[in-house]
T-cell receptor
Framework: DARVTQTPRHKVTEMGQEVTMRCQPILGHNTVFWYRQTMMQGLELLAYFRNRAPLDDSGMPKDRFSAEMPDATLATLKIQPSEPRDSAVYFC??????????????FGEGSRLTVL | AQKITQTQPGMFVQEKEAVTLDCTYDTSDPSYGLFWYKQPSSGEMIFLIYQGSYDQQNATEGRYSLNFQKARKSANLVISASQLGDSAMYFCAMRDTNTDKLIFGTGTRLQVFP
């Protein structure tokens, strides 16, 4: 079964440390999204890519967050320096968007980040 | 700007009964897609159903159907014959077909009781 793979599944770190989350999208999908989920804010769109090109990262705090797709099999989300308010579950999702198609997103299992 | 609104923070339904989860949206684009996702307590996001803005018929997938009322900008999810395993958070989402941007509502927590 094809699926989106995220690593790490859980991460506990101290404030100020760098955190990198990785995502392997489903082979052949042309869009990749990063979402953050918290109890207070729900599912927030952080950034997304189409054919590896960043389309919108307006949801990310620019001073500390960065998102990249170095190749079609890897998307990364980096936080440097991390802060306690970054504690959340970070989801990666990929989809195949075609004209006339649903283009539903398939989600990874999420990376649960705790910043102490 | 696009917006998705789910006004029901929580819903209760008895097993075997039908339940409707509300979703309204706002967009100025004529072309868009509407989605429903389920998130059980385990945390994964599961795609349920999709409705395109130009689709003439309401989407159905097994026990799930989408009551699409375009003029009212609503896309309610109907779950028929509820099961205990349907207890979860349910999210409505909208995709702008020009930008592919997919945004989510705040979700509705459904609890099915025996």
């Amino acid at each position: 079964d094809a699926r989106v793979t995220q690593t790490p599944r859980h991460k506990v770190t101290e404030m100020g440390q760098e955190v990198t989350m990785r995502c392997q999208p489903i082979l052949g999908h042309n869009t990749v999204f990063w979402y953050r989920q918290t109890m207070m804010q729900g599912l927030e769109l952080l950034a997304y890519f189409r054919n590896r090109a960043p389309l919108d990262d307006s949801g990310m705090p620019k001073d500390r967050f960065s998102a990249e797709m170095p190749d079609a099999t890897l998307a990364t989300l980096k936080i440097q320096p991390s802060e306690p308010r970054d504690s959340a579950v970070y989801f990666c999702a990929s989809g195949l968007v075609q004209a006339g198609g649903a283009g539903e997103l398939f989600f990874g299992e999420g990376s649960r980040l705790t910043v102490l | 700007a696009q917006k998705i609104t789910q006004t029901q923070p929580g819903m209760f339904v008895q097993e075997k009964e039908a339940v409707t989860l509300d979703c309204t949206y706002d967009t100025s684009d004529p072309s868009y897609g509407l989605f429903w996702y389920k998130q059980p307590s385990s945390g994964e996001m599961i795609f349920l159903i999709y409705q395109g803005s130009y689709d003439q018929q309401n989407a159905t997938e097994g026990r799930y159907s989408l009551n699409f009322q375009k003029a009212r900008k609503s896309a309610n999810l109907v779950i028929s014959a509820s099961q205990l395993g349907d207890s979860a958070m349910y999210f409505c989402a909208m995709r702008d077909t020009n930008t592919d941007k997919l945004i989510f509502g705040t979700g509705t927590r459904l609890q099915v009781f025996p």
